[in-house]
């Protein structure tokens, strides 16, 4: 089955450690992107890669950091300098070169406290 | 940054109704895109729209892109429980000849009417 997969479901950190957010997918996909859904809110964009070694910023950058070492896997940072890291946080990717429709993971609920 | 603006922002369903939520911006968009999330799951693409007065059905739903490009409709026909949920629209811009990235809009809630 293609499809996009995060783990974990749910993660729990204190306050001022760095944490990491799994994102794969086998849909061959060249382009991986990060959201943040917070309550009551669109999906605000983080990251995003169109290929293999290659990432730009989002609408709110700031604190978080990723890598795009492989087209299947796209790993996110949540850093101690993110001044509000609880949300909700999801993973997606899509085929530039085709539609370009974007296809979500199952997200991962991250709780700082 | 750019937003859409989408309504309502909840509403009410009985079984066997129709609902109808839209999305508007100022900007043209190139695509339209309808997603539904369940709770604590991420969003499922439902229908994408991708001319300007293209009318698409998946099922009980259906969508219109907007003729100006700036706004969209869903349309759920004879609801169920399972339609329950929160609906995001979505427009992507497109800038010279490459893809701009997905705006979303805040979602519009549906429930069960109590």
């Known amino acids: 089955d293609g499809g996009i997969t995060q783990s974990p479901k749910y993660l729990f950190r204190k306050e001022g450690q760095n944490v990491t957010l799994s994102c794969e997918q086998n849909l061959n996909h060249d382009a991986m992107y990060w959201y943040r859904q917070d309550p009551g809110q669109g999906l605000r964009l983080i990251y995003y890669s169109q290929i293999v070694n290659d990432f730009q910023k989002g609408d709110i950058a700031e604190g978080y950091s990723v890598s795009r070492e492989k087209k299947e896997s796209f790993p996110l940072t949540v850093t101690s300098a993110q001044k509000n890291p609880t949300a909700f946080y999801l993973c997606a990717s899509s085929d530039p070169g085709l539609d370009n429709e974007q296809y979500f993971g199952p997200g991962t609920r991250l709780t700082v406290t | 940054g750019q937003q859409l603006n989408q309504s309502p922002q909840s509403m009410f369903i009985q079984e066997g109704e129709d609902v109808s939520m839209n999305c508007t911006s100022s900007s043209i968009f190139n695509t339209w895109l309808w997603y539904k999330q369940d709770p604590g799951e991420g969003p499922v693409l439902l229908i994408a729209?991708?001319?300007?007065?293209e009318l698409t059905s998946n099922g009980r739903l259906t969508a219109q892109f907007g003729i100006t490009r700036k706004d969209s409709f869903l349309n759920i026909s004879a609801s169920i429980p399972s339609d329950v949920g929160i609906y995001f629209c979505?427009?992507?811009?497109?800038?010279?000849?490459?893809?701009?990235?997905?705006?979303f809009g805040k979602g519009t809630k549906l429930s069960v009417k109590p």
């Open positions: 979505a427009g992507q811009l497109r800038y010279g000849g490459s893809q701009g990235n997905l705006i």
């Open positions: 729209l991708y001319k300007a007065g």
